[in-house]
Structures are given as C-alpha cells and as structure tokens.
C-alpha cells in the first residue's frame, strides 16, 4: 500500500507504493511549479538503471508546470527485487506503471521512456492506450539492432563490486564510454554517472544498484538472431504524438528503424543528438530544446 505523507526532499516527494502482487516500489514525485501547464510526466529508466537517471531532467520539466512521476521499476534502485525473476518482463513493468497510476491518482500522462522505458510504453500503449497522451522514446524504437544487444549481455549482471566511488566510475566508463565520446576524460562525468547507477553495501564496496537476476532477460540471447520484432506494440502508441530522440552513434537504435517509424507515422517528430550513443541523457541541448518544444505543444 502507499505508505501514507511522502518524505520530501531534494524537489521531489518520495513515494512506495504496492503493486498488484504486493512488491514495493518506489516513485520520485516532483510537483509541478504553479501554474500548473499541462498533464502529468512519467518518466521510465532503462534496463540497468534507476529514477536518478533523470535527476536532471525531472525537475526542469516540473518547473515548466508539469507533476513529473519516475519510478524505480522492480529490481532497481529502491524498489524491491521481485522473488520471481521471470516478472521481470515489460509486461509486468507496464502493470506496475498503471498500478503507480491509479495510486497517484493520474488519469493520463506523457511518458518519457530511455531504452527500456520506451518499450513498456510501447506495451502499455496495448494494455492501456487511454492512460498515454503523448510519447518521447529515447533511443529505442520497434525494432532493436543486435549489436546493440550483444553490448547489453556482456555487462548486465556481471559488475563486480568496486572498493570505492573512483573505481565504481571507472568500471562505468569502461562499460558505456564508447557511447560519450567527448566524456572520456571527464572524471566529474563519471562520477555522477556511477552514483546514479551504483549503491554503497553495508560492507563500504559499490555494486550495481539493480537486482543481478534482471540479466536472465538474456540467458538465452543469441547475437546471430534477429531481435524481436515490435512493431505491432507500436501501432497504437503511433496513434499519439511522439517525439523520437536517437543518439547519433547508437549501437542500439539504427537510422534505418527511425525510417520505418516515420514510415508508419508521418507526423513523427525526430531529434538526433551529435556524438552520443545510446542512450542520450535528454540534458544534451538538441534533446533538451527539442523536448522542451515538444511538450510545448503536447497537453
């Protein structure tokens, strides 16, 4: 159950909420600046992150005028781990989102969704198309590229632990720095970007702040096989305005599916951040400006 009057801290309300099985988890709850400007945002990490991923985003769009909701999806950050690691699918991400929802009280919303954000969007498009006003997915689309995927299952599950906060963001650079270019030799950058995706244990090492069985979603990949392919969970959403961000060296996100995207939805509104690979912080300028545009005109 909701766990009565919120702490609130750092901008944002903290929220624990039950899912339909019972497991706890968490919501970053910023409260827009009045007036208030348009329906609620929710924003949904990626596989191997957390809500800290839009530490920096969530309270600019709060202050546009708009209440903005990140969870922790189960198994990350400070959600609960699920006992059974067969419910971490997008099926299940998509029930706990409505299940976030309805205690919250939001009707409808704009969703933010990075990776795999984007696809329980998707999915959440099929179960629920009335809750999504609008999209903005960041670097994913119908259709994943297996190299892409091949990266993923080299590292999800298998960080070991670090012995301090210098070496935690060490390891972070050496998994995902070919996607920052320009950031290799930013020490700052790295930091943050290992304490938004490492939590201390009681022991003073640094780990990886998801639940390790989240990588049994790869136990059977096999980079020679096509990636599913998504395209009929994106029929509905297409129905909505969205916004595509693509970061210009994506492994995972080809031009080619953007093609297909607008292919399938004209009035799709495209970005392509320079020099980023997957996945764009939504900070970079072009995404800011063109999310910022975006929601402009979006209720």
Known sequence: ????????????????????????????????LEPTTGLPVICLHGLTRNSRDFEIVAPRIAALGRRVVVPDMRGRGKSANDPDPAHYAPTVYAQDVIAIMDKLSIAKAVFVGTSMGGLITMVLATMAPDRIAASVLNDIGPKIAARGLAHIATYVGRTQPAASWEEAAGRVRD?????????????AFWLTFAKRTFREREDGLFETDYDPQIALAFADFDEDSA??????????LAAKPMLSVRGAISELFSTETVDAMRAAKPDLVTVTVDNIG?????????AWDALLDFLAKVE
């Not at 070919?178 to 020490?187: I, V």
């Not at 990636?227 to 509905?236: E, R, S």
């Open 1 to 32: 159950m909701d766990t009565g009057a919120p702490a609130f801290i750092g901008g944002f309300e903290e929220r624990v909420i039950a899912t339909v099985d019972g497991l706890a988890l968490y919501a970053r709850d910023y409260p827009p």
């Open 175 to 187: 998994i995902v720095g070919s996607a920052y270019p320009e950031r290799l030799n930013d020490a």
């Open 278 to 286: 997957h996945a764009p912080l939504l900070d970079e300028p072009q």
């Open 227 to 236: 990636p599913p392919d998504m395209t009929p969970l994106f029929a509905p």
